[in-house]
């Protein structure tokens, strides 16, 4: 696969993608396979595989020439894990893999305690699986894997979609960050939890003491019960999935907190019509950009939430919203908000991010997805 000048410099600059319009001369590649990639001069660049029917061409695994084996992954896995006990030291539950974060595009990992969650999503990490299962299994001791592979996105590479477990008869306890939570991989969201706001959950914990608290889009509760743990009064927390809620409401027996959580079905959007005023309130919605075709429709959606959040939150109280959609960005995000203040003085006292086992390649805008924004209603 050889190169062209922008070709070249956009992969020196450290982008893992390939475009079509990049590559000057290609052989003949089936979905997934492997190449390497030079310059016209014939100097070598880089590893990577490549799908001819795929949007993004090619994805790099590796500067130079490198073997793609079991060696490669298990190098790739120690690296990954030992970043993750820097971070939670203590912990045993986190993203072991962010796709491109971890210089492994097309894998994402979580761990939680012995079992693996597993999400491939392009078909050259499809043909990859032996050498990584077989490495995944040597270093860590697992007791039940989860293949969650039923990303819409895995259709654009020519995959089936599909959920596998092996070793698990169903939903699982785990601990993070002294509370306890059921986790189902198999028929949850994502890949049963999100780890990804772990340190906005820490964050929030600062302004909750005392206070009514509104978890809006509350899932399984991990938000409202880090709430109701840290000394909040009471906390209200909303989902529309039934499903979702009685595992939240399990969550909050576990952890001997159901006396100040009070959970219900509703969509968010009719709760706030009815919603009491609090002084805390987290707007923690799925994605509603999710390409770039819905950006004026998902800015609306998100901008009428927010409003009718802050509809409900007294002065001086605190909003923790955030969007994990890529295409909104955190200038993006604040600008909609202030649209939605309409004229009311609001003061941003924090941002937080994804959480750093999800790892933002500074390169690879793509890989910053999660933002969220703690702002003050001033009382003024």
Known sequence: MILSREGIRRLLSGRLWISRQEVEEAPELSAGELALVYTPQGQPLATAYFNPQSRIFGRVLARGE???????????????????????????????????????????????????????????????????????????????LVW????????????????????????????????????????????????????????????????VVLDLFCYTGAFALVAAAAGAKKVLAVDRSGAALEIAEENARRNQLADRVTFIQDEVEHFLRYAPEAETIVLDPPAFIKHHRARKKGRKRYRTLNRKALDKLLPGGVLFTSSCSHFLSVEDLKAVVQEAATGRPLRLLEIGLQAPDHPILLAMPETLYLKGLFLELAER
């Open 66 to 144: 490198v073997s793609i084996n079991e060696d490669f992954f298990r190098r790739r896995f120690r690296e990954a894990f030992s970043l993750r006990k820097k971070l939670f030291a203590t912990e045993t539950c986190f993203r072991l893999v962010h796709g491109e974060g971890d210089f492994l595009p097309g894998l994402t990992i979580d761990l939680y305690h012995e079992v693996a969650v597993i999400q491939i999503s392009t078909a050259g990490m499809e043909r990859l699986k032996p050498f990584l299962l077989k490495a995944l299994r040597e270093e860590f001791p697992l007791r039940g």
């Open 148 to 211: 969650r592979n039923d990303l819409p996105v895995r259709q654009e590479e020519g995959l089936p979609l599909y959920v596998k477990a092996e070793g698990l008869k169903g939903p699982f306890w785990v601990q993070i960050d002294g509370l306890f939570f059921l986790v189902d991989p198999v028929n949850g969201q994502k890949t049963g939890f999100f780890l990804d706001q772990r340190e906005n959950r820490r964050r929030l914990t600062r302004y909750v003491e005392g206070k």
